[in-house]
């Protein structure tokens, strides 16, 4: 295996979800999406169902209950009898002005810890999730699903000036069940009676804010008070605190935080996948906080967070809310305290919650820890991310001096992409929002190949492009050449062209199928090719094509072609 730039090591797991804790293992309807709080007149609360068959069910007499930690269990919400939930449909139950409500009515949803519970007509247990399990800890574990249910607080702050929207717990792909609340589940835009999955076109995101102007928000970005601005780093304004010199790609960068002070979530709305790669150029300032009770975090990284990004605090100094810290997956976090400190932590959240709150199950874990340092190790750092299935891999800086890498192994689960940042600095010192450039984020999904393009026939009947393996990251693949003279026979490596461009007094049909960027004489008909294990390069397609010189013709481009090949690089 290749390991150039980002080596990643151990085996890939085959298997990608556990069997369910509660509920029913194969669940005909699960909850899909929910809204348990909203800061405004309560008017928006919902909880939408899910048919994930490929046939209709009958939910007629099935009920959702909101299961109470302080007893009793609040009054249930019962779907009308021949009531029938076709495939792949949404039934939603909630306030009357919830967009597409099927069922206006309302069973008093608690605000805390609670278990929302779907059962059948008989009375048993069909898909159940308990939430908010930070205030009070998992209080009836036959309704649990993984260890700590969802662990973070959710409150929908509505329709923000900076144009955040509505945002629910929804699970990442519809009907997806785990049985690990906490991998199913993440912050998103509410889609009642729609589809959790608009993020799956954007498998990967780039972002170089230069062809923004300051003040534009970017639309891949939505959060809970307010979404991602871009700034001009130079020039100080409301959403840039002070001004800093460019990253090392130059031009404007972007900033993730609420300049109205109010903690941030933000979920990026792309797709989720189980192997994904981040890199970025990242701005640290260590320079110590002026008054003892300040402090600032910010985290970025796969998985999800609370609505409130409520500060992780690894070095459990008591920070406010601290241990209600909602986080989920991998994650790059940076604090800066009051004490001076300034550290950066790759953190393992798994299915959530946080190891200083009395209510854990399964804590948090620390892969690794970055001390930072004015003037030395502050400023703007490469910073990125790879997990392949269950090993990550992480890098602080380019190779070279002070460049640290880290790894770890980790829960198999998939995964989207998310920052928050949460603070209280007060005295002379400003804050420093998370602030990015050249962003890149990548779902790493199997590689493909396929065939475009008709080939071009000369005497023996054209050249017949073959092919062995697959473009996977870290192998090699064969590409061979049947039906060739042997006198001369090139591989033309490009991009694929919109429409074939025919080779002049060549054979019929003969043509170019690609903008050619390389070629390589091949008299053997084979060659083989590594893939290098760069993640970055996953979903970079290659197209291929075989030309064959044909001595018995008197054309005067007497060349065959091949139907090209275009080759995507994945797992």
């Not at 912050?187 to 608009?198: D, F, I, K, M, Y």
């Amino acid at each position: 295996m290749s390991r150039n730039h980002l080596a990643l090591f151990g085996s890939l797991c085959s298997a990608l979800f556990a069997p369910h804790v509660a509920g029913q293992a194969d669940a005909p309807v699960v909850i899909n999406e929910f809204s348990n709080d909203d800061a405004g007149a309560d008017d928006a609360e919902f909880v939408e169902l899910f048919n994930a068959t490929a046939a209709p069910v009958d939910i007629g007499g099935w009920s959702v209950v909101g299961g109470d930690a302080g007893g009793p269990d609040n009054a249930a919400n019962v779907i009308p009898g021949g009531t029938t939930l076709a495939p792949g449909a949404f039934y939603v139950i909630g306030m009357a002005a919830v967009p597409g409500v099927d069922l206006a009515q309302f069973g008093s949803w608690q605000n805390g810890t609670e278990a929302l519970t779907l059962y059948d007509a008989g009375g048993a247990v069909v898909d159940t999730v308990t939430y908010e399990t930070s205030d009070s800890g998992v209080f009836d574990p036959a309704l649990v699903e993984g260890d700590d249910g969802l662990f973070g607080v959710m409150v929908d702050a509505g329709q923000q000036p900076g144009g955040a929207p509505h945002m629910v717990w929804g699970r990442v792909l519809d009907g997806l069940d785990s049985g690990r609340n906490g991998y199913d589940f993440r912050l998103q835009p509410a889609t009642p009676g729609a589809s959790n999955n608009g993020g799956e076109s954007l498998r990967s995101y780039f972002e170089d804010f230069n062809a923004r102007q300051p003040g534009d928000r970017p639309a891949e970005w939505v959060g809970t008070h307010d979404n991602a601005v871009t700034i001009d780093p130079g020039v100080a304004d409301a959403n840039n605190p002070y001004g800093i010199h460019t990253s090392g790609d130059g031009g404007n960068a972007g900033v993730f935080w609420d300049a109205a002070g109010n903690s941030n979530a933000m979920m990026l709305q792309s797709a989720v996948c189980t192997s994904v790669f981040f890199e970025a150029y990242v701005f640290f300032d260590a320079t110590p906080l002026a008054d003892p009770g300040d402090h600032e975090t910010w985290t970025l990284g796969f998985g999800t967070t609370g609505s409130y990004y409520n500060e992780p605090d690894p070095q459990d100094v008591g920070l406010p809310f601290g241990t209600q810290n909602g986080n989920t997956g991998v994650a790059w976090t940076y604090q800066r305290l009051g004490d001076g400190s300034a550290n950066l932590y790759l953190i393992d959240h798994n299915d959530g919650g946080w190891g200083h709150n009395p209510n854990t199950v399964t804590p948090e874990q620390i892969l690794g820890l970055v001390t930072l340092a004015p003037g030395l190790s502050d400023g703007w750092r490469h910073l990125s991310l790879c997990i392949v299935d269950d090993q990550v891999e992480a890098h602080f800086g380019r190779p070279g001096p002070g460049h640290i890498a880290m790894f770890g192994t980790v829960d198999v689960a998939p995964r989207g992409f998310y920052l928050g940042y949460a603070g209280d600095v007060v005295g002379a010192t400003p804050a420093r929002p998370l602030t990015v450039d050249y962003f890149v984020v990548k779902c790493c999904d199997p590689a493909t190949a396929t065939f475009y393009c008709d080939a071009g026939h000369h005497s023996l009947g054209g050249p017949v492009l073959g092919l062995s393996g697959l473009p996977k990251l870290g192998e090699e693949y064969t590409l061979s050449a049947g039906n060739t003279h042997g006198v001369i026979t090139v591989l033309a490596f490009g991009d694929a062209r919109p429409a074939p461009l025919p080779i002049p007094f060549g054979f019929s049909g003969a043509s170019f199928c690609l903008d050619p960027l390389a070629t390589l004489l091949a008299p053997s008909g084979s060659v083989t090719i590594e893939t290098p294990f760069v993640p970055q390069s996953c979903h970079t397609v290659m197209s291929v094509q075989w030309f064959d010189f044909d001595p018995t013709s008197a054309l005067p481009l007497p060349f065959g072609t091949s139907r090209a090949l275009a080759l995507e690089v994945g797992l």
